[in-house]
Nanobody, 124 residues
């Protein structure tokens, strides 16, 4: 079992920055692909970014490319999401997720473990 706990959410003005953290316990994260998802009210949960087990490969949703950066520190069992140039449409609950296996479809249905989420609110 892997337990994931997100932190770092909050209220920020448009154009501002936040860094989300995901702390893992139970097992080492070095064997897991990790991702950040988000869900706004009335919308489905969607992928923001994901990162390979060694951090060598990252992928981003088109809506956040160039603004968000995912990273990980396997020694600390941590995953991060640096969010810059935030927009009101980035407002959502952000979730950290983990999976051992990645076959090209990093979707919510394929994740094995989830955190409870952290709320990010971007005011205009």
């Amino acid at each position: 079992q892997v337990q994931l706990v997100e932190s770092g959410g909050g209220l920020v003005q448009a154009g501002g920055s936040l860094t989300l953290s995901c702390a893992a316990s139970g097992r080492t994260l070095r064997n897991y692909y990790m991702g950040w998802f988000r869900q706004a009210p009335g919308e489905e949960r969607g992928l923001v970014a994901h990162i390979s087990w060694n951090g060598g490969t990252t992928n981003y949703a088109d809506s956040v490319k160039g603004r968000f950066t995912i990273s990980r520190d396997n020694a600390k069992n941590m995953v991060y999401l640096q969010m810059n140039s935030l927009k009101p449409e980035d407002t959502a609950v952000y979730y950290c997720a983990a999976t051992r296996y990645y076959s090209g479809n990093f979707s919510p249905a394929n994740m094995s473990y989830w955190g409870k989420g952290t709320l990010v609110t971007v005011s205009s």
